[in-house]
DNA sequence: ATAGGTTGCGTACCATGGTACGGAGTCAAG
DNA sequence: CTTGACTCCGTACCATGGTACGCAACCTAT
């Protein structure tokens, strides 16, 4: 059994984000004892699974609508959001590959020579 | 010569971003004619990169700090900026990718069987 | 010259994802 | 049995990146 305490220090979090993730029905208010919240693993997982959505970019509503979904049996419609999301990430990482790039030029453009402003503006313009 | 509103219009922003820009220090506050801003291509081409920027993980107090430096000399800078954004580029990218993964592998789960829930905490455990 | 659409300006408000605060209760070690 | 750390709770506040509002002045086409 965990507290809040030790919870939040397993998920790489702060007490007050485990408190915040609970007023937004992401994380279940548990049993007390005492008045104090006991949490088990399960906790530990939903909450590692709630970081791990946000670097997947679900925002806190939609992570929750996922966590309801795993509890359900709607498999259509987690896949639906599945898909959706892969979709809008293969766009994002796209988009930074060529970000990427842009600053790869910048960065040999500003070492090459020695005069002058390096092309920051330019750099992106391709 | 641009208006504000066709200067925000050729950014695919809002009028009012452009003036939250100026506001931020991005673009600069330029002549009037008669109270009217006067805007030009160099405005134009500078409210793009402000979205390039943005799209490439920069805050707005960074990009500020990027248009300073295209326009002074400071190579090494503007090197620096450039390498550290990468970095944070490639890890970026490698997350979601791996967010990617997991995603997919939960869509061919919901998909396969027919029966009881897919297992969405699970698909990002790996 | 007059109506309608833009503009300018300050200020207020919004969503997202937290973070901090203060005062009381609880728990565990010495 | 006291001290210190941890917890509970509501409410307030924060940063980021905008978005909206209201009113006056302006510009353009009819």
Do not use: W
Request: charged share 25%; glycine share 10%; proline share 2%.
């Amino acid at each position: 059994m965990l507290t809040i305490g030790k919870l939040a220090a397993a998920g790489g979090v702060g007490v007050e984000t485990v408190r915040f993730y609970q007023r937004r029905g992401l994380l279940q208010t548990p049993a007390r004892n005492g008045g104090i919240r006991q949490y088990g693993a399960e906790d530990a997982r939903r909450l590692r699974f709630i970081r791990q959505a946000q670097t997947a970019g679900f925002t806190l509503e939609q992570i929750k609508e996922l966590l309801e979904l795993d509890a359900g049996e709607d498999r259509s419609r987690a896949r639906a959001l599945a898909q959706t999301r892969i979709k809008a990430l293969d766009a994002k990482i796209a988009e930074l590959q060529h970000a990427r790039d842009a600053l790869q030029r910048l960065a040999s453009e500003c070492a090459a020579g020695s005069t002058g402003a390096c092309p920051i503006l330019a750099s992106f313009e391709v």
